[in-house]
């Protein structure tokens, strides 16, 4: 089942289970710290065998960090 929920990464996180997320797409503000603190709350969220999917994980300009994560 997908949901599509209207709100902040931070918003969302409390509404899933943990364990309970198979496919997982972080699209949010793009520095390091942001990127890392998204995947991080999320973290416990991931069932054993879950994907992740980055957007932009190969930009390399300005303050783009996703790349690093």
Known sequence: MASLLR???D???G???DNSIDL???DGLHTYEAIKHD???WLPKLAD???VLFH???VRMD???VYQL
């Open 7 to 9: 709100m902040t990464f």
């Open 11 to 13: 918003e969302a996180v």
């Open 15 to 17: 509404t899933f289970e």
């Open 24 to 26: 997982l797409h972080i």
């Open 39 to 41: 995947y991080e709350c």
């Open 49 to 51: 065998n879950s994907v």
């Open 56 to 58: 932009d994980i190969t």
């Open 63 to 65: 303050d783009f960090g």
